[in-house]
């Protein structure tokens, strides 16, 4: 607890205690196991209390702005809404340490212990942590705006909901870090290290797919999903009216019957921006794509966006018999990896064609290309 001398220098006011404070450097400040002084009755502004052992103290809505803590053992204390604007917290061990929904504005946090300390709803705006340990620390909805966690240790940390606006992630080490709907716009996302002790340092810059990637490191058997998804996907592209539809069924069922993995896609109604992304992503991930542009309607705008982008993936046009291609069409010629159009008659006609005349020049064209991949 604290002691009869300290209280009665505090009530003389801070600047009395910190005049004391620096005159006795050998008196050692130890406000230990559920230490709670009648803050009302203390102005702790710029308290002077670096190398402070204040372990398992209740500071819960304490101004604690402009003090200097560097050094101190803050762990397992209650600072929950406490104001610690412009705070020097510098090599403190606030670890198990609660800071729930406190003000850090500005405040340093260099090299400062923050390991399974609850962070919920704290706001870090402008705060400075670079090489701090939040290992295991509860983020959820912190606000670290313009912070500096640049080199930090998030180790299985958990982010969910928080604000990374213009953040510093810079060097950290964010192994076993749990994001869920974080806000990162420009963030600073650069040299993130995603592997664990003992491992070879693997970095990535960005938070969004580090934990997705060291998937794919260890999991075997995602690799093996992934190896076959973009190995394996035929994009069937076409009209969805009746005679249309029969058509692109008939397509899908012969596909999968030989081993492949057809995605239908629905392009009857004009494309949304959304529908426009969800067709990219598709073509990307497929091996070839057919396209019956016999009665197109939205296919020619969504091969516009196909096309250009994706040397990668051939595409293979269909088109009935009789009915000429729509005009735009001669433009996709010169793309190499567009093949001739292949003509049919009708669906029995495709369907004893479909090797000879779509399957094996799309796996040819597509092994053509195949380094481009």
């Known amino acids: 607890m604290a002691n009869a001398k300290h209280v009665a220098i505090l009530r003389r006011g801070v600047t009395a205690w910190n005049r004391w404070r620096l005159k006795q450097e050998d008196d050692w400040i130890e406000w230990t196991r559920e230490?709670?002084?009648?803050?009302?009755?203390f102005d702790l502004r710029s308290a002077e209390l670096s190398s402070a052992t204040l372990t398992r103290g209740n500071f819960s809505g304490?101004?604690?702005?402009?003090?200097?803590?560097?050094?101190?053992?803050l762990s397992y204390t209650d600072l929950g809404d406490a104001d610690l604007t412009d705070a020097s917290l510098s090599n403190a061990t606030l670890e198990n340490a609660r800071l729930h929904a406190a003000r850090l504005w500005r405040a340093d946090l260099s090299a400062a212990n923050l390991i399974r300390a609850d962070l919920t709803w704290a706001d870090f705006t402008n705060a400075n942590l670079p090489g701090a340990k939040l290992g295991s620390a509860e983020m959820t909805y912190t606000d670290l705006t313009d912070a500096n966690l640049s080199g930090?240790?998030?180790?299985?940390?958990?982010?969910?909901?928080?604000?990374?606006?213009?953040?510093?992630?810079?060097?950290?080490?964010?192994?076993?870090?749990?994001?869920?709907?974080?806000?990162s716009e420009d963030a600073i996302q650069t040299n993130m290290i995603i592997t664990?002790?003992?491992?070879?340092?693997?970095?990535?810059?960005?938070?969004?797919?580090?934990?997705f990637l060291y998937l794919m490191l260890r999991n075997q058997r995602l690799r093996d999903v992934i190896d076959t998804i973009t190995s394996k996907v035929v994009l069937v592209l076409g009209r969805f009216t009746p005679a249309r539809k029969a058509v692109l069924d008939m397509i899908r069922t012969e596909l999968r019957q030989r081993g492949w993995v057809p995605v239908l896609f629905d392009f009857d109604k004009p494309a949304s921006?959304?529908?426009?992304?969800?067709?990219?992503?598709?073509?990307?991930?497929?091996?070839?794509?057919i396209a019956d542009i016999t009665d197109a309607?939205?296919?020619?705008?969504?091969?516009?966006?196909?096309?250009p982008d994706?040397?990668?993936?051939?595409i293979q046009p269909l088109v009935v018999a009789g009915q000429e291609e729509y005009a735009m069409f001669e433009h996709f010629r010169r793309y190499p990896w567009v093949l001739p159009p292949c003509t049919y008659e009708n669906e029995e006609d495709l369907r004893s064609s479909l090797d000879a005349k779509v399957i094996s020049p799309a796996e040819a064209k597509a092994d053509e290309i195949a380094p481009r991949r």
């Open 35 to 41: 230490t709670r002084l009648r803050w009302g009755f």
């Open 152 to 183: 930090a240790n998030l180790l299985h940390a958990s982010l969910i909901k928080s604000t990374l606006t213009r953040t510093n992630l810079d060097g950290c080490w964010i192994f076993g870090l749990s994001v869920w709907g974080v806000d």
């Open 273 to 289: 921006r959304d529908m426009s992304e969800t067709i990219r992503i598709l073509a990307g991930m497929s091996r070839f794509i």
């Open 62 to 73: 304490t101004d604690l702005s402009g003090a200097n803590l560097s050094g101190a053992d």
């Open 196 to 211: 664990g002790f003992g491992e070879p340092v693997i970095r990535v810059d960005r938070l969004d797919v580090a934990q």
């Open 297 to 307: 309607k939205s296919i020619p705008q969504e091969l516009s966006q196909i096309v």
């Open 310 to 314: 994706l040397p990668s993936v051939p």
